[in-house]
Structure formats: structure tokens, C-alpha cells
């Protein structure tokens, strides 16, 4: 940094510089303070808060391709997304796992359960983003769950819930 942009900033951070700056200016002061507590307000986590619908749909095509939105009463919300594919549970796991790593989701493989008779596997959501509705106290996660319902055909139930 040059000797001449350090000067410039100096009076910025100079305590007199900012009294001097609201006496002469008490309007424009009171006009940047508004400033300030708007954007802070708008920017902080809770005004980011994302719908679970919405989350839902924005989800990775390979994840929410056939799958249709439900009502689901335990779910943050009370929605997800439900459907049959073809397939099995073997087979569609690495797809979902890829397409939710690619979009930002982290798998929590504590919870990961994969087996003939299908799979369950919670993300956390992507850094920076909440989910809307998600009780004190609990962390929103996105639910994944395959049901095996015949050969080469499983049942996917995509949802956020609470732990």
C-alpha cells in the first residue's frame, strides 16, 4: 500500500473524524445507522431462511427428476418429495450421493444405511443455507430414503426434518 492510500484511510478510522462527521452531519448519520441495521437484519441467517418447498425444487434434477411434491406431517413443513424409479437401492444411492455432494449438500454418514432392502441417508444443507420452519433448539437436515418394492424398483422419499 502506497503512503498516500494509507493516508486516506486514516481519518476513516479515526474516533474524532466520525464525531466530527455526526455533528456536522446528524441526517446523513442517522440515514447510514438505518443503512447498517438493514442490511444487517436482511443479511443475517434468519432472513435467509428458505421454505422447504422451495429447497425442495431446487434440489439436483438427478434427485427430484420423477419424484412428485406430498404432504408429509412429520416433515419441516409438512412437504417432500415422493415417487417410484427404476432401479435399485445399490444403483441409485451413488447417484444421489454424487448429485447433493455437487450441489453443496454434506452426507452425515453416521446416519447412512444402505442395504437390499433399500437406503437412508441425511444431508446437512449447503453452507449459508436454513431452512424455514426448523424448531429452536434442532438442526435442520434433508432426508433421503429408498424402499425396495420389487426387483429393479424402489420407492424415493425426499423431505427436511429436525434432529
Known amino acids: ?44 441467517p434468519a432472513a435467509w431462511a428458505e421454505k422447504p418447498s422451495v429447497l425442495l425444487n431446487t434440489l439436483p434434477k438427478e434427485v427430484r427428476g420423477k419424484l412428485a411434491p406430498l404432504f408429509m406431517a412429520n416433515a419441516i413443513g409438512q412437504t417432500g418429495l415422493n415417487g417410484q424409479l427404476n432401479g435399485t437401492a445399490e444403483t441409485l444411492f451413488p447417484i444421489v450421493k454424487s448429485a447433493l455432494t455437487k450441489a453443496g449438500y454434506s452426507e452425515q454418514p ?18 449459508g443455507v436454513s431452512v424455514d420452519g426448523t424448531a429452536s433448539q434442532k438442526t435442520a437436515v434433508l432426508v433421503t430414503q429408498a424402499t425396495a418394492l420389487g426387483p429393479e424398483r424402489v420407492n424415493l422419499n425426499v423431505r427436511f426434518d429436525g434432529l
Open 1 to 44: 500500500m502506497s503512503s498516500s492510500s494509507s493516508a486516506l484511510l486514516l481519518p476513516w478510522a479515526n474516533r474524532l473524524f466520525w464525531l466530527q462527521l455526526r455533528e456536522k452531519y446528524p441526517q446523513l448519520m442517522r440515514r447510514f445507522l438505518v443503512a447498517a441495521v438493514f442490511l444487517f437484519t436482511t443479511l443475517s
Open 110 to 127: 453416521i446416519r447412512t444405511t444402505i442395504g437390499p432392502w433399500g437406503f437412508s441417508a441425511t444431508w446437512a444443507p449447503p453452507i
